[in-house]
């Protein structure tokens, strides 16, 4: 299993498009992922789920912890931490 903690940093954070995104990004994999909004300490949920990821309100700045556990988990968890890095397309400061 694999823990990773990410800080969002594109203007719209985990919102419509970029949580979109996310969330096919995620289902891409096997392994089981879980996402939390550590900023507001919401609820750990399944990252695959576009209403739970949406639910999370993680927003510009906000951290996010995601559990990765299962076969591909390494590879998932580049393809997650690339996509969060990289501001989901948008521009970033």
Do not use: C, Y
């Not at 990821?53 to 591909?72: P, Q, S, T």
């Amino acid at each position: 299993m694999q823990t990773i903690e990410l800080e969002m940093r594109n203007p719209s954070g985990l919102h419509a498009r970029p949580a979109a995104l996310f969330v096919k990004t995620a289902a891409g994999f096997r392994s089981r992922i879980t996402v939390q909004n550590v900023t507001r300490s919401t609820a750990p949920g399944d990252a695959k789920s576009i209403l739970t990821v949406l639910a999370a309100g993680v927003a510009k700045g906000h951290f996010i912890r995601l559990w990765i556990d299962g076969e591909d988990e390494e590879a998932a968890a580049q393809a997650l931490s690339e996509l969060v890095v990289s501001g989901f397309g948008e521009a970033v400061e």
